[in-house]
């Protein structure tokens, strides 16, 4: 398992690359990527704050819970923090299984409690100002499907 | 002495992101109380509770929870990650 909180942007294909070449006897992959919007071309830049050491902590737990729940040969999380613009990826999670449906199952784990327990607070600016995102309870209802 | 740390919009509406703290309180809500009453920042921060996590030594928490032991307490606003 492998986790980095960063403030340095990060290559999807050589992330993706390096995770399947380090997995033996994987049957599946899943990798899903998550990109700055640009709202309609007004989002200017997007600031990404969180609480180091709760971070590492928070989302270590949540890995380790996705590899008791599922039969999973690895897993990745990548989250960066700091200013992004449109375009760029905010994050990544893979997972590698000897089948799909863990890997897929167990991916979609990690991003649900990712977006409301692990401690990041996204930022939008744009030229008409600053606003923080607000979370959605769809968010915490997601959680309640685990 | 605790150590209380403000992240988000609640860092922005008090000021700073982290104070000493000398106090006797014995649960979080207690806690709140006095923070409540150091400025107009400090009860703007703390106005709607709902809106409000707590996390005790970097674990979640609620605000019925006791603070003997702990050292850091961190205030915020639900979390945006993913």
């Known amino acids: 398992m492998r986790l980095s909180v960063q403030e340095a942007a990060f290559d999807l294909g050589q992330e993706a690359n390096r995770f399947s070449n380090d997995i033996k006897g994987a049957g599946a992959i899943v990798t899903f990527t998550g990109v700055v919007r640009d709202n309609g071309g007004q989002l200017t830049a997007m600031e990404i704050e969180h609480y180091p050491g709760m971070t590492e902590k928070a989302i270590s737990e949540i890995m380790e819970e996705a590899v008791a729940r599922w039969d999973l040969a690895d897993a990745l999380v990548i989250h960066r923090y700091g200013v992004l613009r449109a375009g760029e990826p905010i994050m990544m999670v893979a997972t590698a299984a000897p089948h799909r449906g863990d890997a897929f199952a167990a991916a979609e784990f990690l991003m649900d409690y990712l977006k409301s327990r692990a401690p990041f607070w996204k930022k939008e600016i744009s030229a008409a100002g600053a606003d923080w995102v607000a979370a959605q309870e769809s968010d915490e209802a997601a959680l309640t499907r685990w | ?82």
Do not use: C
Request: net charge negative.
């Open chain 2, 1 to 82: 002495m605790i150590e209380v740390l403000y992240f988000a919009w609640l860092r922005e509406r008090i000021g700073t992101n982290r104070e000493r703290v000398a106090t006797e309180a014995a649960t979080v809500a207690d806690l709140v109380a006095e923070l409540e009453a150091r400025s107009d920042g400090h009860a703007l921060a703390f106005a709607d509770k709902t809106s409000l996590r707590v996390a005790l030594d970097q674990e979640l928490a609620n605000f019925a929870a006791p603070l003997a032991g702990v050292r850091e307490v961190a205030f915020f606003p639900p979390m945006t990650g993913g």
